[in-house]
C-alpha cells in the first residue's frame, strides 16, 4: 500500500533531513512544476487528483486556489499561509509531519505558493509545537540555502520567501480568518466573509489558507499524477488520509490509510481494538468538535461524504474513542470548559452561551443540576448553531453536546438529584420553582 | 423603488441599505447593540436577528443578521416571527448572565440603550444561576467613569475609539466572556474624543465623571437646544439643568455639523457656567453693591457722560450683544475685541469667504473630501471635531476599494480589511507634531514662513499647465500635493489663525483661487479654524482692530469704554492694557466671568453665560446658530444685549428685535432671524417643554424655602417653555431640546429624528448658512481674490516680503515664539471647569531636541522668557518634531497669554 505522506517518518521519531528527503525523490514535485507547468496546470491537476482539504472542512483545494484572482488586472500581492495552528484535542497529525518531514511541507508549499503566485508565504505554527518550529526552521535554512527556497527556484522566473510564524496559541487560530487577524498583529477574531481570503485576506491581499497535511500532498501529486492519486482512495475522494486514535485502545496512535478507510479497520486493526475490560460507546470521528457516532457506525467509510451521512463530520480524521467506564457528560464537560474558553468573545452567543453550557455540566455532574437544566442545554445547543454565531466554533462546540444528549441521554439523567429525578418521572417539567433574579 | 415585505406589510427601502438600517428607518423596532450609524456593521453582538424567507411559498425561513444583510427589492422578512423573537430574547438573556442588574444605582439607568432593548425582547426572567464575572474598573482620568462588569461586549467602545479616532490606549484584552476594555493601566484616556464614549456605549460601564459630581437622571434634566462655545465650529449640543446647576453636556444631532460626536473640550467644558470663576453679582468699584436697576442707571450715566465712549466687542459673546454694543457706542466707535494679528487675519478671511472663489466646507462635507492640504493649522487643538472630520475623509480611499469588489460601504470590517492602507491623500504642513500626522501622506515641519513657502509653491505648481511637477523625475513634496489637489474630485484646503500667521492664510487663499480657476470656476472647499464661538460673526460685523481702541483713548478721543465678555489681557500685551485701562476714566466691562480686566473696571456687570441666555453666533462654517436659554440664572445676572440695551435706551423689548434689527441694519447678517424659529413659534398652539414628560418633583423643589408652588416661570424669549407640558412631537430641529422617543430612552432615539439613519434632521438641519460663493458661473479669478486679498493688505507679495524679513533674522540664540494649542486649557471659559483643567498642561516653554542640545538645554530646567512686558520662567519642554529655530509657548493656558509673546523672541542665554 502506497504511503506517501508517511514514507520518510521514522519510527524513532527522527527528522528527514534534506539529503535524505531528496534521496526518496523530495524536490521533484516542485522542480516538475516549475519546468513543465503553467500555474493554471498545478490547479487543474490539483482539482483532478480530489484533493480536498485536510483541515476539517474538505474544500476542494484546487477550487479554492482558482478563486484568487490572476492575471492582468489582479492585485500584484498574494500570500500563501500554512495553516499550522493545530489545537484541536485530539488531533495530532500535522505534528507528526512537520516534525518528521518538513521539507515535504516546505515544498508543498512552494508548490502551491506557484499555483497562486504568491512569492511570499508564512507558516503559522502552533506556538506550543517546539520540536516542530525547531525542525522547520532547520529545514528552511537548508531548503534555502539548496535553492529550493527563495530568488529564482531552480533557476525558474519563480521565487518565494517563506516565513515561520509561531503562535500565541489560541483554538481561534485553527479558524482561516482569524489566523490572518493573529498573523498581522490583531486580535485573533474571525473576520466578516465575504470578503473571502482568496480575495482579500492577509494584509487586504488575495490570501490562500491551506493546512499542513493538505499541503503535504501536493508534492506527490505533482509527481505521480492525479489518476494515480485518486486510486490511493478507497471512496469517492482521492488520495490517503492520516488517521488517529486516542482513547483506551490497546495501540492508540496516527496511521496513514486509503481515504475511506472504514472506523471498524482504523480502531479494531490498526489501534488493536479496545482495552482489556473496556467497551466501546462511541467515538468522535474527527477530533472535539465533531458529533459522536455510535458502535454501530463502525463501519461508516472515514471519508467526508460517508461521515457526514452518519450524521457526523470527519473533520480532521482523529477519532476520540469513548469507552463504557468513561462517563459521558465529564467527557462532554471537558471538551465545552475548553471551547468556553477558547472562544474569542467576539460574538454574543458563543461568548456567553458556551460558558453557561459549560456551567450547567458542571452543576450536573456536582449534583446541583435540574430537569430543566437538560432543556436549557437543549435549547443552547440550537441557539449556538450554524448561521447563529459569528464562526464555526460555536456550532462545532455543540456537536458533541447535542449528539451526547440524544445517545447519552441517561448518563445525564443520573446525574440529576432525587428529587428531580421524582419530578422528572412525574412528568413536570418546570419543577424547580421561582426563575426571576 | 425598491421594497420589502416586513409581516406581511410591503415597504419602500433603499436598496443596498443593511436591513436593519432599514427597519429603524421605516420606524420598526429592531433591537441591536453593536451597530450603530457612524461605525457601520460587524456582525458581533448577533442581537438584530430577523427571519428572511427564500421566497413567496418558504415559510420556514431562516435566521439572518438585519445590520448584515443588504436590502434587496422584493426580499421577504419578519421581525415578529416567534423564532426570530426568541432568538433576539436569547441574546438578551445571555448577555445579561454576567451584567450586575445594577440600574437603581448605574449612571446609565433611564437612559440606557441595553434597558431599552431588554424590554424591547421581552426577556424578564433570569435562567442562568452560576457565579458572574467580575473586573476590576480602572480609573480613566476625569471625564469617564468606569464599571467594567456592566459591560456586554459589544465592541462599540474600541471600534469607536481606534477605529474611528485614531486612539490607541483604550483596548480589549482577553478574550471568551473574559474581555476587557480598558487601557493597558490606569491613566486619563488620551484622546479628545474619549467623551463620546459615553454615548457610544450602550450601557454604563463609559460615564461622564464630571456628570457624576452633581448627578441627575435624565427625566429630571431641564434641557435647551444650545450650541458649544468652546471652539468655533458652532457644534449643536443639548446642556442639562436642575436645581439651578448646569449638569452635563450631551451630543446633539446635526446632520451637517458634529453628526453624533462631540469633543472632549465641548463636553466637559460646561462646569464654568456653576464655576466659582462666574461673576455672579455686579461689582461698583470702591462702593457698595447696588441692586439691578441701580446698576442699570449707574451704566446709563456712564454712557450718557461719556466724552467719547468706545466699545470692546467680543468673539465668544453673542452677535446680539456685539450688535447691542456698536449700536450703543456708534459703529466708528466700535472695536473688535482680538489681537491685531488675528483682526487682520479674520478680516482677510472673511473677504476671501464673502468675495471670493471658496466655499466653506461643513464637517460633513470634510469627512467626503478626497484630498486635504492642512496648512499651519493643528486642527486637533483648535478646531477638534474638523479633525475628527479628516480622519473620516482619509478613509474614503477605503471605500472605493470595497466598491470595486461590490461591499457595501456599511460593512465596517470587511471594508477595513480590503481597504488597508488604501487612503485618500492628506497633507499636513505645520511647525509642530500634531494628531492628524499618523494620517497623512505628506508632511512639512517648518515655521511659519516654510509653511507659506510650501503653500506658495504648491499654488505655483497650480498654476502650471499640465500635470503638476511633472516635469520633475521625483517630484516634490508640493508638486506632490498639487497633484492630488488636482486629481481630487473634492479638494479640501484647511488653514486658519492657529499659527499666527497672515502669510499662511494669504497663501492658502490664494492656492484656493487658483485651484478653482483649474476646476473651471468650480469653488474650492475650504476650513478656516478660527479662534472662538463668534469670531466671524465679529469679522462680518466689522471694527476696528484692538490698538485703535487704545490708540482712541491715550490720544484723549475717547474717556469711556465698554468692554463686552472679554480680558483684554488674552488679547494684547499687558503693558498696553494697563495702559488703556488706567488712561480711561470711565470703563465698564460686561461678563460671565471674573478676570483681570473686569477686576479693574468701574463697573463690572454680570452677564449671563451661554446656557443662561438666547444668542447667535456664526461658526467658522458661516453657518448662524441660535442657542437657548437653558435655565434661568439668579436675577442678578442678565444677557449682555440687556444691560447695553437698557443703558442706551434702545428700543428692544426681546432678543428676537435685537436679532431682527442686526439682519436689518447689516446685509451680512440678513439671514439670522431663520437660524431658529422665532419667540412666537407654536406647534398647535403649544410651547415646546425643556422637561421631559417623566419630570419629577417640580411642586416639591423649593417645598424647603416655601411650602407653596412656585408659579412656573414663563419664556418671553423663546419658543421653549420651562415646563414639562406643551407640543411633545415634530419639534423643529432647531427647538429640540433633548432625544426621546417612545421605547427608545437612550440618545440612540436620535435615530427617530433623522430623514435618513446618519442624515440629516428631518426639519432641517438648525442653522442657515450666510455666506456661500459668489455667482460661480461668472468664473471667479485668481485676479479678484488677490483684489480681496489686497484689500486686507495681505497679497501674495507681502507673503514673499514676509519670508525674506524674518529669514534674516533667524540667529543661533534667538528662537521665535510659536503659539501650542491645547484643547484642553487653551479655550478661556473651559479651562475653567475642573475637569478640562485637570488636563490641561502646566506652562513651559517648548524648543526641539536638536536646539536643545545645541544650546545645552535640559528638560525641567527652568529658564527666563523675557516679552515686551513681562519676565516669565518657564521650565523647558523638549517637544520633538518641533521646527528647529522655534520656542514653543502653550497659548491661552491661564496667565499664558498668546498676546504676550506673539511676534517676539526667545533669546537664550538672555
Known amino acids: ?437 | 423603488m425598491a421594497s420589502i415585505e416586513v409581516d406581511g406589510r410591503r415597504y419602500p427601502v433603499t436598496p443596498g441599505d443593511n436591513l436593519l438600517k432599514a427597519c429603524l428607518e421605516l420606524g420598526l423596532d429592531l433591537p441591536y447593540f453593536c451597530w450603530h450609524p457612524a461605525l457601520g456593521a460587524v456582525g458581533a453582538c448577533r442581537q438584530c436577528a430577523v427571519l428572511q424567507y427564500q421566497n413567496a411559498e418558504d415559510a420556514k425561513g431562516r435566521l439572518v443578521m438585519a445590520c448584515m444583510t443588504p436590502v434587496a427589492d422584493g426580499m421577504r422578512v419578519s421581525l415578529q416571527a416567534a423564532a426570530a423573537r426568541e432568538f433576539r430574547a436569547g441574546i438578551v438573556e445571555l448577555l445579561m448572565t454576567n451584567h450586575p442588574h445594577d440600574c437603581p444605582v448605574c449612571e446609565e439607568g433611564g437612559e440606557c440603550h441595553l434597558q431599552d432593548m431588554t424590554e424591547m425582547t421581552g426577556h424578564t426572567a433570569r435562567g442562568y444561576r452560576g457565579t458572574k464575572r467580575t473586573h476590576r474598573n480602572q480609573e480613566l482620568g476625569p471625564f469617564i467613569n468606569h464599571e467594567m462588569n456592566r459591560c456586554i461586549a459589544c465592541y462599540r467602545c474600541v471600534r469607536y475609539y481606534q477605529d474611528y479616532c485614531g486612539g490607541h490606549d483604550l483596548q480589549v484584552f482577553g478574550a471568551h466572556n473574559h474581555v476587557y476594555f480598558g487601557r493597558q493601566e490606569d491613566g486619563a484616556l488620551d484622546n479628545e474624543f474619549s467623551g463620546n464614549l459615553v454615548e457610544v456605549c450602550p450601557t454604563g460601564v463609559f460615564t461622564d465623571k464630571t456628570f457624576s459630581k452633581h448627578y441627575t437622571r435624565k427625566w429630571d434634566l431641564q434641557s435647551a437646544p444650545s450650541v458649544c462655545p468652546h471652539c468655533a465650529l458652532g457644534c449643536n449640543t443639548s446642556p442639562g439643568e436642575r436645581y439651578g446647576v448646569l449638569r452635563r453636556v450631551v451630543n446633539r444631532y446635526h446632520g451637517e455639523v458634529n453628526g453624533y460626536f462631540l469633543c472632549d473640550r465641548g463636553r466637559f467644558g460646561y462646569d464654568f457656567v456653576n464655576g466659582a470663576a462666574r461673576l455672579r453679582q455686579s461689582r461698583i468699584r470702591n462702593q457698595p453693591p447696588l441692586g439691578v436697576k441701580g446698576l442699570a442707571n449707574l451704566f446709563g450715566q456712564i454712557v450718557r457722560n461719556a466724552r467719547g465712549l468706545i466699545g470692546i466687542g467680543s468673539p465668544r459673546a453673542s452677535l446680539e450683544a456685539n450688535f447691542a454694543l456698536r449700536e450703543l457706542v456708534g459703529p466708528e466707535h466700535f472695536f473688535l475685541g482680538v489681537a491685531d494679528s488675528v483682526h487682520a487675519m479674520l478680516r482677510n478671511i472673511a473677504n476671501l469667504l464673502q468675495y471670493g472663489p471658496l466655499r466653506t466646507a461643513s464637517l460633513r462635507e470634510a469627512e467626503q473630501a478626497d484630498a486635504v492640504l492642512v496648512l499651519g493649522e493643528d486642527v486637533s487643538n483648535t478646531a477638534p471635531r474638523l479633525a475628527l472630520a479628516l480622519r473620516q475623509a482619509v478613509r474614503a480611499g477605503q471605500f472605493a476599494a470595497a466598491d470595486r469588489l461590490r461591499i457595501p460601504r456599511w460593512q465596517d470590517a470587511a471594508v477595513r480589511t480590503v481597504g488597508q492602507g488604501m487612503t485618500h491623500p492628506l497633507f499636513i504642513a505645520s511647525y509642530a507634531p500634531t494628531r492628524l500626522d499618523d494620517i497623512a501622506a505628506g508632511m512639512l515641519r517648518g515655521g511659519p514662513e516654510a509653511i507659506a513657502s510650501l503653500a506658495l509653491a504648491v499654488a505655483g505648481h497650480l498654476a502650471e499647465t499640465g500635470a503638476p511637477g511633472e516635469a520633475a523625475a521625483e517630484p516634490d513634496l508640493a508638486g506632490r500635493i498639487a497633484a492630488a489637489l488636482l486629481a481630487a474630485e473634492r479638494p479640501l484646503i484647511v488653514c486658519g489663525t492657529g499659527c499666527g500667521s497672515a502669510a499662511v492664510v494669504a497663501a492658502a487663499g490664494r492656492i484656493a483661487a487658483i485651484l478653482a480657476e483649474r476646476r473651471q470656476g468650480r469653488p474650492t472647499a475650504v476650513h478656516f479654524a478660527l479662534p472662538e464661538c463668534n469670531s466671524l460673526g465679529l469679522a462680518l460685523l466689522g471694527g476696528g482692530p484692538l490698538s485703535a481702541a487704545f490708540a482712541a483713548v491715550e490720544e484723549g478721543r475717547a474717556d469711556s469704554v465698554v468692554v463686552l465678555e472679554n480680558d483684554l489681557y488674552r488679547h494684547a500685551p499687558k503693558t498696553a492694557v494697563d495702559a488703556f485701562l488706567a488712561r480711561a476714566v470711565h470703563s465698564v466691562v460686561l461678563d460671565q466671568v471674573r478676570h483681570a480686566t473686569a477686576d479693574q473696571a468701574e463697573l463690572a456687570l454680570a452677564a449671563s453665560a451661554y446656557a443662561e441666555s438666547e444668542g447667535t453666533w456664526i461658526s467658522s462654517e458661516g453657518r448662524a446658530q441660535r442657542h437657548f436659554q437653558v435655565f434661568a440664572p439668579a436675577e442678578t445676572i442678565r444677557p449682555s444685549w440687556c444691560w447695553l440695551a437698557e443703558a442706551g435706551a434702545l428700543p428692544w423689548p426681546d432678543i428676537d428685535t435685537v436679532t431682527a434689527a442686526c439682519a436689518a441694519a447689516l446685509p451680512a447678517f440678513s439671514a439670522i432671524p431663520a437660524a431658529a424659529p422665532a419667540a412666537g413659534f407654536r406647534l398647535a398652539g403649544r410651547k415646546i417643554p425643556r422637561q421631559p414628560h417623566r419630570y419629577s418633583g417640580r411642586t416639591a423643589m423649593l417645598a424647603q424655602v416655601s411650602v407653596h408652588e412656585p408659579k412656573q416661570r414663563v419664556d418671553q424669549e423663546s419658543a421653549l417653555a420651562f415646563s414639562m407640558e406643551g407640543a411633545l412631537g415634530s419639534h423643529p430641529p432647531a427647538l429640540n431640546p433633548f432625544s426621546w422617543a417612545p421605547g427608545w430612552n437612550s440618545c440612540q432615539s436620535v435615530n427617530q429624528f433623522q430623514e435618513e439613519i446618519g442624515g440629516h434632521l428631518a426639519g432641517g438641519d438648525p442653522g442657515v448658512r450666510l455666506i456661500e460663493p459668489a455667482a460661480v458661473s461668472n468664473g471667479p479669478t485668481a485676479g479678484s481674490v488677490a483684489t480681496a486679498a489686497a484689500d486686507a493688505g495681505s497679497t501674495g507679495d507681502s507673503v514673499t516680503s514676509v519670508l525674506v524679513e524674518s529669514q534674516e533674522e533667524q540667529a543661533p540664540n534667538r528662537w521665535r515664539f510659536v503659539p501650542l494649542h491645547h484643547v484642553f486649557g487653551g479655550d478661556e471659559l473651559s479651562a475653567l471647569a475642573p475637569a478640562i483643567a485637570e488636563r490641561a498642561p502646566a506652562p513651559f516653554l517648548a524648543v526641539s531636541p536638536e536646539d536643545a542640545a545645541r544650546a545645552g538645554l535640559e528638560a525641567g530646567q527652568e529658564v527666563p522668557v523675557a516679552t515686551q512686558g513681562a519676565i516669565f520662567r518657564l521650565p523647558i519642554r523638549i517637544l520633538p518634531g518641533l521646527a528647529s529655530g522655534l520656542a514653543g509657548i502653550p497659548a491661552g493656558l491661564p496667565g499664558l497669554a498668546w498676546a504676550e509673546f506673539e511676534g517676539g523672541w526667545w533669546e537664550y542665554p538672555p
Request: charged letters at 20%; one cysteine or more.
Open chain 1, 1 to 437: 500500500m502506497d504511503r506517501p505522506l508517511t514514507r520518510n517518518i521514522q519510527p524513532n521519531g527522527s527528522v528527514t533531513r534534506l539529503p535524505e528527503y531528496l534521496q526518496t525523490g523530495g524536490y521533484e514535485g516542485l522542480r516538475k512544476a516549475l519546468a513543465d507547468h503553467s500555474p493554471q496546470m498545478v490547479q487543474q491537476l490539483v482539482k483532478d487528483a480530489g484533493l480536498r482539504g485536510r483541515g476539517g472542512s474538505g474544500f476542494p483545494t484546487g477550487v479554492k486556489w482558482n478563486l484568487v484572482p490572476l492575471g492582468d488586472g489582479a492585485p500584484a500581492i498574494r500570500y500563501l499561509v500554512v495553516n499550522g495552528d493545530e489545537m484541536e484535542p485530539g488531533t495530532f497529525k500535522d505534528r507528526y509531519l512537520l516534525e518528521g518531514d518538513p521539507h515535504q511541507l516546505l515544498e508543498g508549499a512552494a508548490i502551491a505558493a506557484y499555483a497562486i503566485q504568491a512569492s511570499t508565504a508564512y507558516i503559522f505554527l502552533r506556538g506550543e509545537y517546539h520540536e516542530a518550529a525547531a525542525r522547520l526552521r532547520d529545514a528552511l535554512a537548508e531548503a534555502r540555502q539548496a535553492g529550493y527556497l527563495g530568488e529564482h527556484i531552480g533557476g525558474s522566473g519563480f521565487s518565494l520567501d517563506l516565513h515561520l510564524h509561531t503562535s500565541a496559541g489560541r483554538y481561534i487560530c485553527g479558524e482561516e480568518t482569524a489566523l490572518i487577524n493573529s498573523l498581522e498583529g490583531r486580535r485573533a477574531t474571525p473576520r466578516a466573509k465575504p470578503p473571502f481570503p482568496q480575495i482579500a485576506g492577509l494584509w487586504g491581499k488575495p490570501t490562500i489558507v491551506n493546512n499542513v497535511e493538505t499541503l503535504c500532498n501536493l508534492p506527490h501529486i505533482l509527481r505521480n499524477g492525479a489518476d494515480w492519486y485518486r486510486g490511493l482512495g478507497r471512496g469517492e475522494d482521492g488520495g490517503t488520509k492520516l488517521y488517529g486514535v486516542s482513547g483506551r485502545v490497546k495501540r492508540p496512535g496516527l496511521w496513514e490509510l486509503p481515504i475511506g478507510t472504514s472506523a471498524r479497520e482504523i480502531i479494531e486493526e490498526h489501534a488493536g481494538g479496545m482495552q482489556e475490560g473496556y467497551r466501546l460507546k462511541g467515538f468522535l470521528p474527527g477530533g472535539a468538535s465533531t458529533d459522536f457516532l455510535l458502535p454501530a457506525h463502525l463501519d461508516v467509510a472515514m471519508d467526508f461524504g460517508s461521515v457526514a451521512k452518519a450524521g457526523s463530520r470527519l473533520g480532521t480524521g482523529t477519532l476520540i474513542v469513548l469507552d463504557d467506564r468513561t462517563c459521558p457528560v465529564r467527557m462532554v464537560l471537558n471538551l465545552e470548559q475548553f471551547f468556553a474558553q477558547e472562544s474569542c468573545g467576539w460574538c454574543t452567543p458563543c461568548r456567553d452561551g458556551l460558558p453557561w453550557a459549560a456551567t450547567l455540566l458542571k452543576d450536573l455532574v456536582e449534583g446541583r443540576g435540574r430537569r430543566e437544566d437538560l432543556a436549557t442545554l437543549e435549547r443552547l445547543c440550537g441557539f449556538l448553531g450554524p448561521g447563529n454565531t459569528f464562526c464555526a466554533l460555536a456550532p462545532g462546540a455543540m456537536e458533541p453536546l447535542q449528539s451526547a444528549l440524544k445517545y447519552f441521554r441517561e448518563d445525564f439523567e443520573n446525574y440529576l438529584p432525587p428529587q428531580a429525578l421524582a419530578d422528572a418521572a412525574a412528568g413536570s417539567l418546570l419543577a424547580a420553582g421561582g426563575r426571576h433574579g
